[in-house]
Nanobody, 126 residues
Framework: QVKLVESGGGLVQAGASLRLSCSTSESSDGHYAMGWFRQVPGREREFVAA????????YYADSLKGRFTISRDKSKLTMYLQMNSLKPEDTAVYYC???????????????????WGQGTQVTVSS
């Protein structure tokens, strides 16, 4: 059984930073790769970043590279998303996702992930 729980979202002003966390379960039979997606009402779920669990290789949406940083702590079974210089267009619900072995590492398509958290709201005011 895999359970993903996001935390760290909130309301901030443009230019601020937030650090999102995603905890997974020790009983997971995967941890092959994990990622972050975000979604605005009325829009498709958008890829943000991904990371391979063992090696820590990272993958980013082109528009976010350099401003967002993904990382993970294997001992804590936790993945992070450091978001800097936040902009109003970053406002969305951010979702944590996990892909089991057999999936494409760093996939930008939501269907390539097997488990999802319930999301955490990030709101950036101008």
């Amino acid at each position: 059984q895999v359970k993903l729980v996001e935390s760290g979202g909130g309301l901030v002003q443009a230019g601020a930073s937030l650090r999102l966390s995603c905890s997974t379960s020790e009983s997971s039979d995967g941890h092959y790769a994990m990622g972050w997606f975000r979604q605005v009402p009325g829009r498709e779920r958008e890829f943000v970043a991904a990371i391979s669990w063992n090696a820590g290789n990272t993958y980013y949406a082109d528009s976010l590279k350099g401003r967002f940083t993904i990382s993970r702590d294997k001992s804590k079974l936790t993945m992070y998303l450091q978001m800097n210089s936040l902009k109003p267009e970053d406002t969305a619900v951010y979702y944590c996702a996990e892909a089991l072995i057999g999936r494409i590492v760093g996939a930008k398509i939501a269907s390539e992930y097997d488990y999802w958290g319930q999301g955490t709201q990030v709101t950036v005011s101008s």
